[in-house]
């Protein structure tokens, strides 16, 4: 059984900084792409973050650019997203996701992930 656990998240203020993890187990971690999603309150669950099987390939939301990154350790089985330069538009409930998909990289939707995490928690307060 795949299992995806969060951690990380909390409360920061404005311009802060989060380091957000995703601990991976029950299938070869290293064959499939990642994807980090978010849903906000009375809000849909939206794209955030992909990188692919290798580490050697990422995508983000245009939202997110150049402000957040998001990487893996192979090793550990783990994702990681970190998230710099924080806005209050940034609070949600952020999910880990794995891919159905071992090659590619572009994977935006949520029906092209096949396993989610439970989610953590982020606030910005302004």
């Known amino acids: 059984q795949v299992q995806l656990v969060e951690s990380g998240g909390g409360l920061v203020q404005a311009g802060g900084s989060l380091r957000l993890s995703c601990a991976a187990s029950?299938?070869?971690?290293?064959?499939?792409?990642m994807g980090w999603f978010r849903q906000a309150p009375g809000k849909e669950r939206e794209f955030v973050a992909t990188?692919?099987?290798?580490?050697?390939?990422?995508y983000y939301a245009d939202s997110v650019k150049g402000r957040f990154t998001i990487s893996r350790d192979n090793a550990k089985s783990t994702v990681y997203l970190q998230m710099n330069s924080l806005n209050s538009e940034d609070t949600a409930v952020y999910y880990c996701?794995?891919?159905?998909?071992?090659?590619?990289?572009?994977?935006?939707?949520?029906?092209?992930?096949?396993?989610w995490g439970q989610g953590t928690q982020v606030t910005v307060s302004s």
């Open positions: 990188i692919n099987w290798s580490g050697g390939s990422t």
């Open positions: 029950g299938r070869t971690f290293s064959r499939y792409a």
């Open positions: 996701a794995g891919s159905k998909y071992g090659s590619g990289t572009y994977y935006t939707t949520r029906n092209e992930y096949l396993y």
